[in-house]
């Protein structure tokens, strides 16, 4: 199971499909569902900027409680990168970092409380807050996992596919 902020992984790769040809995981299903660009992001207080220059993938979105309670809304959005094409801007010695014992964690602005880029625990990921990417990507939503503990208050519209646990292989 590939939890969207990285703890519940099985495996380094396990349920992240690669972008072909490249080798690198990133947690898209489909080529078309990738795009290559050179973006920019960062937190609300602009204390921590990012760029990405390369492939993206499209968005998932995790309804589970942890991440529900992480973000104060009914999911939380991320696109990956590979490691390769992320770099810290500024910031990122600033930025916070909090983990569960359970493994699971989060990096934040100390500043403003924004969710910013954290590493996925297979080093070979960047997890990418979909909401801190300037302007609009264009980038689909690709899966909702952890609709099982969804909140009665989050509906969901966009036809993506559903899955009650952590995705298509767990």
């Given at each position: 199971?590939?939890?969207?902020?990285?703890?519940?992984?099985?495996?380094?790769?396990?349920?992240?499909?690669?972008?072909?040809?490249?080798?690198?995981?990133?947690?898209?299903?489909?080529?078309?569902?990738?795009?290559?660009?050179?973006?920019?992001?960062?937190?609300?207080?602009?204390?921590?900027?990012?760029?990405?220059?390369?492939?993206?993938?499209?968005?998932?979105?995790?309804?589970?409680?942890?991440?529900?309670?992480?973000?104060?809304?009914?999911?939380?959005?991320?696109?990956?990168?590979?490691?390769?094409?992320?770099?810290?801007?500024?910031?990122?010695?600033?930025?916070?970092?909090?983990?569960?014992?359970?493994?699971?964690?989060?990096?934040?602005?100390?500043?403003?409380?924004?969710?910013?880029?954290?590493?996925?625990?297979?080093?070979?990921?960047?997890?990418?807050?979909?909401?801190?990417?300037?302007?609009?990507?264009?980038?689909?939503?690709?899966?909702?996992?952890?609709?099982?503990s969804q909140a009665g208050?989050?509906?969901?519209?966009?036809?993506?596919?559903?899955?009650?646990?952590?995705?298509?292989?767990?």
């Amino acid at each position: 199971v590939v939890h969207f902020l990285g703890a519940h992984a099985r495996s380094p790769v396990r349920g992240v499909p690669t972008i072909a040809g490249s080798g690198d995981p990133v947690a898209s299903a489909h080529d078309a569902e990738e795009k290559t660009m050179e973006i920019e992001g960062g937190c609300l207080c602009g204390e921590i900027r990012y760029a990405v220059s390369g492939r993206v993938s499209g968005v998932g979105e995790c309804h589970c409680s942890i991440c529900r309670r992480a973000t104060g809304g009914p999911y939380t959005a991320i696109a990956f990168t590979s490691t390769r094409s992320f770099r810290w801007l500024k910031g990122e010695a600033t930025a916070t970092h909090f983990r569960r014992p359970s493994g699971w964690s989060v990096a934040f602005c100390p500043t403003c409380g924004a969710p910013v880029p954290k590493a996925h625990d297979n080093g070979k990921l960047w997890l990418l807050p979909a909401g801190g990417l300037d302007g609009d990507p264009e980038i689909e939503v690709l899966q909702h996992i952890f609709v099982g503990s969804q909140a009665g208050w989050d509906v969901m519209g966009d036809g993506a596919p559903q899955h009650e646990a952590g995705g298509p292989e767990g």
